[in-house]
T-cell receptor, first 111, second 116 residues
Framework: AQSVAQPEDQVNVAEGNPLTVKCTYS??????LFWYVQYPNRGLQFLLK??????LVKGSYGFEAEFNKSQTSFHLKKPSALVSDSALYFC?????????FGRGTSLIVHP | DAGVIQSPRHEVTEMGQEVTLRCKPI?????LFWYRQTMMRGLELLIY????????DSGMPEDRFSAKMPNASFSTLKIQPSEPRDSAVYFC??????????????FGPGTRLTVT
């Protein structure tokens, strides 16, 4: 069975500083990995995905994520955080047609 | 494309009443998912359809919940009778599935249900 863990309920970072939101996964085969963002009163919005190839994936709004097979991790990163990045971030894994979502990490970027 | 459309955006009803949530997926997407989001339980998959056929409804909490997809452009989630513990935000999402599970999901804006 597939699973995903987001170990931090909340991440606080100052504007302009780099940010990392952590995600680890467990699958029996090759994973498809996704990051989504949810702004208040909105649905989840796709940010980026890893399917195969380069371990560093670039996505929307300057976000990127690094796939690390040995550590079974797919951490979300951004070199310089913006206040507008404050939102709820979800990691998801798909080994079959049904995705499994993490519980979400609330990112708070302070001015 | 307008994206995934859900209606209503907000629903307030009294316990015991029937509630119907509606979803229009993105044209051409052949998978449709219904989710429920609460603070306590996070994002839960309730049911999903492939080509209008329900594939897995193991996430549906109980018999009070039912979902249909009469055609490729419309799905409903019905709760009858509703209870206060059903209060949550309900999301519909769709995705293309032609080449497997590598496609991302597109979520609607959600319906915030409050049962008093």
């Amino acid at each position: 069975a597939q699973s995903v863990a987001q170990p931090e309920d909340q991440v606080n970072v100052a504007e302009g500083n780099p940010l990392t939101v952590k995600c680890t996964y467990s699958v029996s085969g090759n994973p498809y990995l996704f990051w989504y963002v949810q702004y208040p009163n909105r649905g989840l919005q796709f940010l980026l995905k890893y399917i195969t190839g380069d371990n560093l994936v670039k996505g929307s709004y300057g976000f990127e994520a690094e796939f690390n097979k040995s550590q079974t991790s797919f951490h979300l990163k951004k070199p310089s955080a913006l206040v507008s990045d404050s939102a709820l971030y979800f990691c998801a894994v798909r080994e079959s047609y049904i995705p499994t979502f993490g519980r979400g990490t609330s990112l708070i970027v302070h001015p | 494309d307008a994206g995934v459309i859900q209606s209503p955006r907000h629903e307030v009803t009294e316990m015991g009443q029937e509630v119907t949530l509606r979803c229009k997926p993105i044209s051409g997407h052949d998978y449709l998912f219904w989710y429920r989001q609460t603070m306590m339980r996070g994002l839960e998959l309730l049911i999903y359809f492939n080509n209008n056929v329900p594939i897995d409804d193991s996430g549906m909490p109980e018999d009070r919940f039912s979902a249909k997809m009469p055609n490729a452009s419309f799905s409903t989630l019905k709760i009858q009778p509703s209870e206060p513990r059903d209060s949550a935000v309900y999301f519909c999402a769709s995705t293309a599935g032609t080449s497997g599970s590598s496609y991302e999901q597109y979520f609607g804006p959600g319906t915030r249900l409050t049962v008093t």
